[in-house]
């Protein structure tokens, strides 16, 4: 099946800094990948629609200025948390689809985001 | 605003039993249904995508079903096994054929030796 690969897999990083985290799909291309963010025992709520090319479409109550996303090809997206707090930490993760509208939903690992 | 409820949030079963995990959702417009393995602190593992023209799928001693009419959706698991242990998530599209999903809490499941 469609591999979809998320880096890293967790990352401590002190309150005020910036950390990348990168998506990438494996085999096969995406035009759109999807932002997740999931807090302890609550669910995957969407952050933001990637798109290859093009500005990034945020979910409501999401700050653009502060996770900026980066679709620079079509097997790659990151999301930079700027200026990080503890409030950020929380469990990233992104999905993208080898095609569409008939398809699986393929995520990465996640990538654990502690921020000290 | 679509919705997605399951229940329920925790499970625990000894080996061998065959559970219900129930799924529920607000708007019955939706383009399928998907459901979703997470082991802790790990990524998704997609488990049965139903269509809306679908009633069943089934994979292995996995079959889910969906009802849209009443939006609800079941996965039932046979024979369990320690290694199912896992928070088992629903998801459905948040309008039409959109990619982007709307998730369920989860369901914890604990299947004891």
């Known amino acids: 099946g469609a591999v979809v690969s998320q880096h890293p897999s967790w990352v401590i990083c002190k309150s005020g800094t910036s950390v990348k985290i990168e998506c990438r799909s494996l085999?096969?291309?995406?035009?759109?990948m999807f932002w997740y963010r999931q807090f302890p025992k609550q669910s995957l709520m969407l952050m933001a629609t990637?798109?290859?090319?093009?500005?990034?479409?945020?979910e409501q109550g999401v700050e653009k200025d502060k996770f900026l996303i980066n679709h620079a090809s079509l097997t790659l997206s990151t999301l930079t948390v700027t200026s990080a707090h503890p409030e950020d930490s929380s469990f990233y993760i992104c999905?993208?689809?080898?095609?569409?509208?008939?398809?699986?939903?393929?995520f990465g690992q996640g990538t654990r985001l502690t921020v000290v | 605003k679509q919705e997605v409820t399951q229940i329920p949030a925790a499970l625990s079963v000894p080996e061998g039993e065959n559970l219900v995990l129930n799924c529920s959702f607000t708007?019955?417009?939706?383009?399928?249904l998907q459901w979703f393995r997470q082991d802790p602190g790990k990524g998704l593992t997609s488990l049965l995508l139903?269509?809306?023209?679908?009633r069943e799928q089934t994979s292995g001693r996995l079959n889910a079903s969906l009802d849209k009419s009443s939006g609800r959706s079941t996965l039932y698991i046979a024979a369990s096994q320690p290694g199912d242990s896992a928070t088992y998530l629903c998801?459905?599209?948040?309008?039409?054929?959109?990619?982007?999903?709307?998730f369920g809490k989860g369901t914890k499941l604990t299947v004891n030796p």
């Open positions: 999905s993208a689809s080898p095609s569409w509208p008939v398809s699986d939903a393929f």
């Open positions: 085999d096969f291309q995406a035009t759109t």
């Open positions: 990637s798109n290859e090319g093009s500005k990034a479409t945020y």
């Open positions: 708007d019955s417009a939706i383009y399928n």
């Open positions: 139903i269509q809306s023209s679908q």
């Open positions: 998801a459905v599209p948040t309008q039409g054929g959109s990619e982007k999903l709307v």
